[in-house]
């Protein structure tokens, strides 16, 4: 902790002005010295063009904030590029939204249009941009997404790739702002979820189709049985002896929700599968309250082959929502806004998807996590449905 609130860090004094030698210096040194001059006084803001926004004091002072895009994962040069990017133009500082966007805050409107005119210039030998700058109001920000294939144990899908085709198919609406609302895109690459794909506008799921695979040589010698038995959510495993005498599982393959978990404790019960593996399609998700209440995403369609490397069903369907979308929608009209106003018949209608009985799968405690916005009132009638369904 820093004794001063905005204090500086002094690198070659490292336990100068601290409190404690253990936990993060205090945050506000590590904040522009626009922002912390003006820390609470922001009074508005506006976007002057895509990718480049400003932020006005009380004090009269701005801020002028460039945004480009990022990958979710990064080499070491490339983070090195960034940080030189920094030094060069804004004394060192940036930051990284919540959607992996790069932001660099400067002070001068000039110095923050010639550094959004550098990041576009910048390219991979490819040809591929290195840090397209946008993602700001009625346009697509950056996609979020979780490890994938790179890093993952459990993942039904890549993460990095079909991220890349999705983005490389709507780099226009990055670059613009011509939508009707923001859109927000996610990808998690497996039913566990570290994405945001739960409350974003169109949500990329990778899902497993098949149970497990049972190695019974390989959890008698490698793997604690009662953990493995402990680990699944819904009971699927049970604890048995073979015919040949070795201690092993068995899973219900009927409870069985394919999340993995099992296998994250024993790697005797593999679970990835090339032909059962691929990727759900979820949307009208929304953490903001406004025009209507936060909502969860809804499935629409269950399951899309992972065709590497550019994951064609996927991206196409992606982008036909957005275009109809974008062509039917009011302003201000996020995708669940809008399909909740025609109806999701005609959401079905309008975009061509075919409507299973997979389609439109939703929370079992809905009804209570909806609960979640100005909006909503608590009526004696709200609360006879919660106690129904055995929630609040």
């Not at 133009?89 to 939204?97: E, I, M, S």
């Not at 009971?235 to 219900?252: L, M």
């Not at 929304?286 to 969860?296: E, T």
Request: charge should be positive.
């Amino acid at each position: 902790m820093s004794k001063g609130k905005f204090g500086y860090f002094d690198p070659k004094k490292p336990q100068a002005g601290r409190i404690t030698d253990i936990g993060p210096n205090y945050f506000g040194q590590m904040l522009p010295p626009v922002i912390r001059r003006n820390y609470g006084k922001w009074a508005s803001h506006r976007i002057l063009e895509p990718g480049l926004l400003v932020h006005v004091s009380e004090t009269g002072e701005k801020a002028f904030t460039v945004r480009a895009a990022a990958p979710r994962l990064m080499s070491v040069e490339h983070i090195r590029e960034i940080c030189d990017i920094a030094d060069k133009h804004c004394n060192g500082y940036l930051r990284f939204t919540t959607r992996n966007n790069i932001e660099f805050i400067l002070e001068d409107e000039a110095k923050a249009k010639a550094l959004k005119k550098e990041l576009d210039s910048r390219k991979h030998v490819g040809g591929s941009f290195k840090f397209p700058t946008g993602g700001t109001g009625m346009g697509m920000s950056n996609i979020v997404h979780t490890q994938g294939w790179v890093h993952c144990h459990t993942p039904a899908t890549d993460a990095s790739g079909p991220v890349k085709a999705t983005a490389d198919v709507l780099f226009d609406e990055f670059k613009n702002m011509r939508l009707p609302a923001k859109l927000r895109i996610a990808l998690a690459c497996c039913l566990n979820m570290c994405g945001a794909v739960h409350c974003s506008d169109i949500a990329l799921l990778g899902y497993h189709r098949k149970p497990p695979a049972i190695d019974d040589d390989a959890i008698g010698k490698a793997c604690e049985i009662p953990l493995v038995v402990a680990a699944c959510p819904l009971y699927a495993i049970k604890p048995v002896t073979t015919a040949d005498g070795k201690k092993s599982v068995t899973v219900n393959q009927e409870k069985c929700m394919y999340c993995g978990n099992c296998y994250t404790m024993c790697m005797g019960l593999p679970l990835a599968d090339r032909e059962g593996d691929g990727i759900a399609i979820l949307v009208g998700g929304k953490i903001s309250n406004r025009i209507s209440m936060p909502k969860f995403s809804k499935v629409i369609i269950p399951w899309l082959p992972n065709n590497m490397p550019r994951w064609p069903e996927v991206t196409s369907v992606v982008k036909h929502i957005v275009e109809v979308w974008a062509k039917d929608a009011n302003k201000y009209e996020r995708i669940g806004d809008w399909a909740q106003r025609i109806g999701w018949e005609k959401f079905f209608e309008k975009t061509g998807v075919p409507f299973t009985e997979k389609s439109l799968d939703d929370y079992r405690l809905a009804v209570d996590t909806f609960r979640t916005s100005t909006q909503f009132k608590f009526t004696d009638h709200a609360w006879a449905v919660s106690k129904a369904v055995g929630g609040i």
